[in-house]
């Protein structure tokens, strides 16, 4: 039997197939070069660590207590819970370690996954009852975690004024705010989160 000839459907199908692949490998082998070429990095950086000894045996008991199957940390993990990175620039170690250890009471709201011991079936349960010790550690490991100002991860402003930001405020923001919060960006910015982090009802204006 001889080669069967394609049909016409077939041969447009494959000729758009055929076309989009060409097109990724030449905008692929085009950004590529683009990249290597640049004389800034394209995709900066904006969290950042620095681990003591004790941080480091933290990140060891963080990556076998199965963090990372709901947490994203350090380009490892998933996104699925709360992205671990810059921690340490949104809340304090102190805030870490009580959260670890007694979830809902520093929440100061219910949670989803994490639980004090005897709270119901949570699947992050678990994480309480892990040895004070342990979680010292690990807590000492995530507040190491640090983000740059301005960052999507950071609690603080970008550094510098920025007018966007101005032009949004006098825009959007009522008048009525003015006295009931306060601007951070005229505050001079703490090296590190207020003591005991920032609690649940800042997180959830994110
Ligand atoms: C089953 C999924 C899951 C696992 C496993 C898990 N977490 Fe979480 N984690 C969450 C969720 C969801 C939240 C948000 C709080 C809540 O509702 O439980 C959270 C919140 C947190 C927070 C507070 C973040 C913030 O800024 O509010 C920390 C710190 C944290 N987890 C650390 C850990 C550590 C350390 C482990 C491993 C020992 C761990 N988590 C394991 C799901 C998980």
């Known amino acids: 039997m001889g080669k069967q000839r394609l049909k016409s459907g077939e041969k447009i199908l494959f000729s758009i197939f055929g076309a989009f692949f060409v097109l990724g490998v030449i905008a692929f082998i085009g950004m590529e ?35 990372n199957s709901c947490h994203r940390a350090l380009r490892m993990g998933t996104n699925m819970g709360l992205n671990l990175d810059g921690i340490g620039s949104r809340r304090s170690l102190q805030w870490i370690e009580g959260f670890l250890n007694d979830p809902e009471r520093v929440y100061g709201a219910s949670t989803i996954d994490h639980g004090s011991a005897l709270a119901g079936p949570k699947e992050a349960n678990y994480v309480a009852k892990l040895p004070k010790e342990d979680l010292r550690k690990i807590a ?62 800042d997180n959830e204006q994110k």
């Open 33 to 67: 070069v683009v990249r290597s070429r640049a004389p800034t990095p394209m995709f900066v950086s904006t969290t950042h660590f620095n681990f003591s000894p004790v941080g480091l045996e933290g990140s060891k008991i963080y990556r076998e207590a199965r963090c």
């Open 140 to 201: 000492v490991f995530l507040s190491e975690l640090t983000a740059d100002s301005g960052s999507a991860v950071a609690r603080a402003p970008p550094q510098e004024r920025s007018g966007f930001i101005d032009q949004m405020v006098g825009t959007f923001a009522p008048e009525s705010w003015k006295e009931k919060y306060k601007d951070v960006r005229t505050n001079p910015r703490p090296e590190a989160p207020p003591e005991g982090g920032i609690d649940a009802k």
